[in-house]
Each structure stands twice: as C-alpha cells, then as structure tokens.
C-alpha cells in the first residue's frame, strides 16, 4: 500500500527504464538514434485505439503496439546500412518528427486533440513484470553470441564483417528490436496516463531518453537502467524545500557535472 505520489514515479521511473533499454539495443551495435520518441507513439497510439476503440484485452494490445512500432522499426533501420553517426541522428529525428506530424492529423486517433478514454491498466505490478522481462532480455542478449556479434559491429564494423558477421541482419533485427521495446513501454505510458497527444512524443521525449543512456553509460543496459532512473527521480527529490522553482535548474547542473566527472556515463563500457 504505497502512497500515489510514489506509486507513480516507481511507474514513470520503470517505463523510463524500459523506454532507456530500447535504445541502448540499437547503441549496443553502434547506432545511434534520435526517434524513440517515434515508435514509443506507434505502440502508444496502436495499444490505445485498441482498448479504448476495439475493446481488446489489455495484453493482445500492449504486444501489438509492440510489434507495429517493431516493424516500423525494421523499415527504418534499413537506412542504418549505409549511414552512421551523426547522419544517422539526423535521420531518425527526422522520423520522429514524421510520426508526430502524422498523429496530430490522424483524425481516427483524435488528430490534435488528443485520444482520451483509454482505460487504466498500467499497474506496478505490471510495469515491474516488464521490466524485469526486457532486463532479462538484455542480459541474455549480451552473454550470447548475438551480444559478442554487437560489440564487434560496434567496435569495427569492418573487422565484424571479414569474420563472417551478417551486418546487415543483425543491424536491421537490433534496430527493430529496440523500436519494439520502445512501442511496449509508450503503451504501457499511455494506459497508465489514459489521454496522449502528439506533444507527448515530440523531440523533447526522444533527447529524454538519449540522456538516460549516454548518462548511464552508452553500451551498458545496467548504466541505461541507472540513468533512467536517476533522470526520473532526481528531479522529484528536488521538489523538497526551496529547490522547488530552481529543481530543474539544479538538475541541469547536476547532468553537467557528472558528465565531466564521468565523461563515460555513471556505469561505462567495460572494456
């Protein structure tokens, strides 16, 4: 028996770590991404229509939104064949931006003003449960020969590709991978919020979570969960006392300096 105010940042802080782990699965293979905020909208807005629309079970649309955002996923990561860096960032903000424009004309999902009357289903439990399944993932997916097959695609991706490694099925399934992830967790959001607009999965949402990761540690699924974690409830500690008008202030700071104290995020790439 939690007291709400805490029950919903435990909520918020295990979907920010679930939407944290989607993309450091594209990070693990090198590719960096500015458009989670995208494909956290397809499996917001897909799971949503479902439930409050169709009337389907709550689990059925949750792995839909899931997958739709994944296959999405996979389309946009063909592009990851020939482009890296920076240009690749340029490019999924791009498609970020793409899918917000989309659903604030999308009339059957409410276009500008918003989809409401999503029922509540998000739970603790349940956010727990998923959590602790996309971790498990994670951990899996690095002690295998999947994971040794992304670091060498990070480390070189030329190397990677003379001993034998598919570079482009195993960038385009990582990519798809991740955008599945980020689909489950922007449903999870949306029927644990019950109304979402586009504004919710601007830019804004997509450099929240690049944050949680390059603060954690890129390459790292337990730094991605610690950066998470630390960017939802910090900001919530500096609510307490006179830090309230100048919490997100201090929080900036804060960002500031431990990224110069730890330039390679608060739990680095072992290497």
Not at 132 to 142: E, G, T, W
Not at 180 to 192: E, M, N, P, Q
Not at 258 to 270: A, T
């Amino acid at each position: 028996m939690l007291d709400p105010y805490i029950e919903s940042i435990l909520i918020f802080s295990g979907i920010n770590v679930i939407l944290a782990l989607s993309l450091y699965l594209p990070v693990s293979a090198g590719l960096l991404s500015l458009g989670q905020g995208g494909f956290m909208a397809i499996g917001a807005y897909v799971s949503g229509y479902m439930t409050s629309v169709l009337g389907w079970p709550f689990a059925v649309a949750l792995i839909a939104g899931g997958v739709s955002a994944g296959i999405v996923g996979l389309l946009v990561g063909l592009p990851s064949l020939r482009i890296k860096g920076v240009y690749l960032i340029i490019m999924t903000m791009g498609f970020g931006e793409i899918v917000r424009v989309f659903f604030l004309n999308f009339e059957p999902t409410g276009a500008a003003s918003g989809m409401g009357g999503i029922p509540t289903e998000t739970t603790l439990p349940i956010v727990v449960g998923v959590t602790v399944l996309v971790l498990l993932m994670c951990f899996q997916i690095r002690g295998s020969r999947i994971g040794r097959a992304l670091e060498a695609v990070r480390e070189d991706e030329l190397a990677a590709e003379v001993i034998g490694i598919n570079l482009t099925r195993i960038k385009v399934a990582i990519f798809g991978l991740g955008a599945a992830v980020a689909g489950i967790g922007g449903g999870l959001f949306a029927h644990y919020a019950t109304f979402i607009d586009p504004g919710q999965f601007g830019f804004q949402r997509s450099a929240e979570i690049f944050i949680m990761v390059v603060l954690g540690g890129m390459g790292n699924f337990l730094g991605a969960t610690v950066g998470a974690l630390v960017v939802t409830i910090l900001p919530e500690v500096l609510r307490v006392g006179d830090m309230q008008e100048w919490r997100m202030t201090f929080f900036g700071v804060l960002l500031v300096i431990i990224m110069i104290v730890r330039p390679m995020g608060l739990i680095g790439v072992r290497r």
